[in-house]
């Protein structure tokens, strides 16, 4: 029997991943991509609460967070184009112009 | 009668402005002879005014206009109003006639310099603002005239700013121009100062700035030798110490000589330094009612004048020696307004406008044909070379020197006579002695310029020893070596004008002697005073004794310079200190150097560099710097490592949550 705690797990694990690859990663596209992780585990964990408190904010929440990562997506991938058309290079540790 | 009194200034005014504003891009001609007509337009339409203001009965004799009031807070009131009375008809008439010669004059002197718009422009400005000064209807609006005169005296001191040393072809050493117009602007502040304290405390205490309620109020309120009117006349002539360049304040006229000849002219003989005189005659009523301060007005003008005379004996710059001429020659006005003879003061002040605008200018002349070279240890033997200027200069010593029938000896013995008779024989007698050292004093300046023969040659290059100075004499004129030649007819009508002046103008105002004395007549409804007759023996003696005096003068002067000269040189080696005192202008600017600039100077680097340096500056500088350290420390929190910021954000989010979980 799948319980609350399974899918809670899971989820943290997920959003650890994406985390991590966000934290250790330098290309951005595999940032974005860890981004993208971390939302979908919130997604996951907020069907899995809804399905089990049987309210439906839950999934509203979900298709928000869809939306918003679709945007964020669209941005980052064109600030990727835009700052390789400028550098010829994409690595996020080189790309320190406004350090103090 | 029609309002045209406003006109008087409001023409210059307009000339200052036209000039000001557009004078540069006008063709030289149209921008300097706009500024002459101007003048000679002020001046036709004082005269106008002067013809109505006689037509008048003599005891309502006084054309008063009032354009606007000024200021009104409370029950002080000060209106832009004019004031002519027979007074201020003699001021108007000196400043606007004998300004337009000079500006006339002026407009030959300044052909070679390219800055003529500017100078037109403050020429123009500073006969406005005396003109003010004088048609003033109340203390307030005379001192904004008061003060426009000293501005304009800076600026044109200054007027050859980028210039340092204009001893030319000489070894001597003077302020730049610069210096010299600070100078004169800072010591006029001095005098100033006890103007506008004056004016406070006649506020105070009479409750009123116009003339016509302060006469009023003073003569019914105050006791004569009231202490506070002492105190107040006492200030207000510190005002005119400063402006008529009297002990203590004179220092600053001679300095005054760096700026152009027709400025020298016009500021520091016929109009400004009257100021202080006009002032005080102005003030009579005040004055009159302290002889405390009579007697030190007297007594102040009879050192001056003394004591200016002694060093102009040593000078060696023909302008120095009418610099302190001038000096000598205000002394004599102050003394007969101390001793009560108004009018004569103010016939001496008008008087010597004529003559010594006059010399001025024929040093101009002399300037102009030497290529600028002043040192009369250098020059000579000018006599044949420029007649018109000789014989018109000669006119002008005459009359300085009061030889008979000149303009300058007959109100020069009005003044000596006006001291013998009040029972002052000791200032009398210091007059009559001063009288010979002028005569004396002007004749060395004659014989050595005009007389002898030349000791400069012909294509000669005078330059001046500052090696700085890229302005050299040859640059001004045009021409490469001395070749003194004649002024041009600008320069020469004026001359020949006021020559005419310095000869007739004496005649307005006989000793009772000889005929009627004009001028006290028409000043008569003014001053209220008719002269102390004394028995015609004892009057022709004293006229015996000035011309005496005049006459001593000449000759000695005559003797001690013409041919080969070894009197003074003599003279000066058998009383090297007295001689040394006279050169050094008995130290006087080093002790107020010493005395006064020195510590002055100390105290503005002390705040300076000290208060506004180290403790304001401190301040300021240090908060900047301490903001600037703690920024440049937390900068480096910026290190540009987007992963290191996401990695700051996870641990800062980490420790939000587990402190709202651990909350209890």
New interface residues.
């Given amino acids: 029997m799948l319980t609350v705690t399974h899918f809670t797990v899971l989820s943290a694990l997920l959003f650890a991943l994406g985390?991590l690859a966000?934290?250790?990663r330098?290309n951005p596209l595999i940032?974005l991509m860890g981004i993208e992780l971390m939302l979908n585990a919130v997604n996951l964990a907020f069907v899995a609460f809804s399905h089990y408190l049987e309210n439906m904010d839950g999934q509203v929440f979900v298709f928000i967070v869809l939306t918003v990562a679709a945007a964020e997506v669209a941005v980052g991938l064109a600030l990727v184009v835009a700052i390789f058309r400028a550098r010829d290079n994409v690595d996020?540790?080189e790309?320190?112009?406004?350090?103090? | 009668m029609s309002q045209t009194l406003w006109l008087i200034p409001a023409l210059p005014l307009l000339g200052a402005l036209i000039n000001g504003v557009i004078g540069r891009r006008l063709p030289r001609a149209l921008s300097s002879w706009f500024a002459v007509a101007v003048m000679a337009a002020s001046f036709g339409v004082a005269v106008n005014a002067v013809i109505n203001l006689i037509a008048l009965p003599p005891e309502a004799q006084v054309i008063h206009e009032t354009l606007y009031q000024w200021l009104g807070v409370g029950s002080f009131s000060a209106d832009v109003g004019f004031w002519l009375d027979p007074l201020s008809a003699v001021m108007i008439l000196v400043v606007t006639g004998i300004g337009a010669l000079i500006h006339m004059y002026a407009v030959g002197y300044m052909a070679h310099d390219s800055d003529y718009a500017r100078f037109f422009t403050a020429l123009n400005l500073f006969a406005f603002a005396m003109l003010v000064l004088v048609l003033a209807d109340n203390y307030l609006l005379m001192y904004l005239g008061w003060e426009g005169v000293g501005v304009c005296s800076y600026l044109l001191i200054g007027f050859w700013y980028n210039r340092d040393n204009l001893a030319v072809g000489t070894d001597e050493k003077f302020l730049s121009p610069r210096s010299s117009a600070t100078k004169a602007f800072v010591v006029n502040r001095v005098g100033d100062f006890g103007f506008t304290l004056g004016m406070v405390l006649m506020f105070w205490t009479l409750g009123s700035l116009s003339f016509g309620q302060v006469f009023h109020n003073a003569e019914t309120m105050l006791q004569v030798g009231a202490p506070v009117v002492t105190i107040m006349t006492l200030l207000l002539f510190l005002g005119a110490t400063g402006k008529s360049a009297q002990i203590p304040l004179y220092v600053w006229l001679p300095d005054a000589m760096a700026g152009p000849t027709p400025v020298s002219a016009l500021m520091h003989a016929a109009t400004m330094v009257t100021a202080g005189v006009y002032m005080v005659a102005r003030s009579h009523v005040l004055f009159q009612l302290a002889p405390a301060t009579m007697a030190v007005v007297a007594v102040i003008g009879v050192l001056t004048a003394f004591i200016a005379a002694t060093i102009a004996l040593t000078q060696h710059d023909l302008k120095r020696v009418l610099a302190y001429s001038t000096v000598s020659q205000l002394g004599y006005m102050m003394l007969a307004l101390g001793v009560g003879a108004f009018s004569a003061g103010i016939f001496h002040l008008m008087t010597h406008a004529f003559f010594k605008a006059l010399l001025f200018l024929g040093a101009g002349a002399v300037m102009h044909a030497m290529n600028d070279m002043l040192d009369m240890r250098r020059l000579g033997g000018l006599r044949k070379i420029m007649p018109i200027t000789f014989w018109t200069f000669l006119i002008g010593a005459l009359a300085l020197s009061g030889f008979p029938l000149f303009s300058g000896f007959f109100s020069k013995d009005e003044i000596l006579a006006a001291g013998f008779k009040t029972g002052n024989i000791g200032l009398w007698l210091a007059g009559v002695v001063t009288a010979l050292l002028t005569a004396f004093y002007t004749f060395r300046a004659v014989v050595l310029t005009f007389g002898g023969k030349p000791r400069w040659r012909k294509g000669e290059i005078v330059t001046t020893t500052d090696a700085a100075d890229t302005h050299t004499a040859a640059d001004a004129h045009g021409a490469p070596g001395l070749d003194p030649h004649e002024a041009k007819w600008v320069m020469t009508v004026p001359l020949i004008v006021l020559a005419l002046g310095a000869l007739f103008a004496g005649f307005l105002g006989l000793p009772s002697v000889l005929g009627e004395n004009r001028f006290e007549h028409f000043l008569e409804p003014v001053f209220h005073q008719t002269a102390i007759v004394i028995p015609p023996e004892l009057e022709w003696l004293l006229i015996g004794i000035s011309a005496a005096a005049a006459i001593v003068g000449i000759f000695l002067a005559l003797r001690f310079y013409r041919g080969d000269a070894r009197t003074p040189a003599r003279l000066a080696a058998y009383y090297p200190a007295l001689y040394q005192l006279l050169l050094n202008k008995y130290w006087v600017d080093e002790f107020y150097d010493t005395l006064i600039a020195r510590p002055g100077r100390w105290l503005a680097n002390a705040f300076w560099l000290g208060v506004d340096g180290k403790i304001i500056n401190g301040l300021a500088d240090g908060l900047g710097n301490a903001l600037r350290r703690f920024g440049n420390t937390l900068r480096t929190l910026q290190s540009g490592y987007a992963r290191g910021y996401a990695l700051a954000m996870l641990i800062g989010i980490v420790v939000v949550i587990v402190l709202v979980i651990a909350r209890p």
């Avoid at chain 1, 790309?95 to 103090?100: A, F, M, N, P, V």
């Fill in positions: 985390a966000v934290l250790v330098r940032m996020m540790d790309i320190d112009s406004l350090r103090g």
